[in-house]
């Protein structure tokens, strides 16, 4: 997605502060979308703040994230539950969505992974995820969250959005190859 630089410079911030409570988790999310890449996200959970940093960094939007979540039970709530706040910033700060380049692709590569990444901001929102990890857990992160977290994404986010690895041996080059791709097609 390209910046939209004349709505940003007539007076419309592409900005969004999502705030979500549920029995199992309390997150904020505040997106910026002609940021720098800057982020600040404070998950509970090692390896996704990693993602969502990479995440932020790619895409030149700044995130934030914070969330007490249901850690003692597992990382799924919290995973999920940002996917769908974070989608949801993004609906809300892409507005209109007029002047935006819609669609966007990216090839990324993390060492011996690669991950292509198309999307589609249409209003749409429909997940492709074929990629495939051997090892369950990433830290304190399990790898099938990885789909959680882009499925919560795009339905929140309007997003179809379709990730495929084409290759890859280590799982945390395969999890970051797909946060990077992901980023760099937005």
Request: aromatic share 6%; glycine share 8%.
């Amino acid at each position: 997605m390209a910046s939209n630089r004349a709505l940003e410079s007539a007076g419309t911030p592409r900005t969004a502060e999502i705030t979500r409570n549920t029995k199992e988790t309390k997150i904020k999310v505040a997106i910026n979308l002609d940021g720098t890449g800057q982020a600040d996200n404070q998950t509970g959970i090692g390896f996704f703040d990693h993602m969502l940093d990479q995440l932020a960094r790619h895409s030149l939007i700044d995130i934030t994230t914070s969330c007490d979540g249901d850690l003692h039970i597992d990382a799924h709530h919290t995973v999920e539950d940002i996917g769908w706040a974070l989608g949801a910033a993004l609906n809300e700060a892409l507005g209109s969505r007029a002047g935006i380049n819609r669609f966007g692709n990216a090839f990324t590569p993390m060492d011996e992974a690669l991950t292509r990444c198309s999307i589609d901001l249409s209003q749409r929102p429909f997940l492709v995820f074929r990629t495939k990890f051997t090892a369950p857990m990433l830290g304190t992160m399990a790898t099938e969250l990885v789909r959680e977290f882009f499925q919560a994404f795009a339905q929140a986010g309007g997003i179809t959005l379709h990730i495929n690895t084409l290759y890859g041996d280590n799982n945390h080059h395969i999890a970051e190859s797909c946060f990077k791709a992901s980023a760099r097609a937005l």
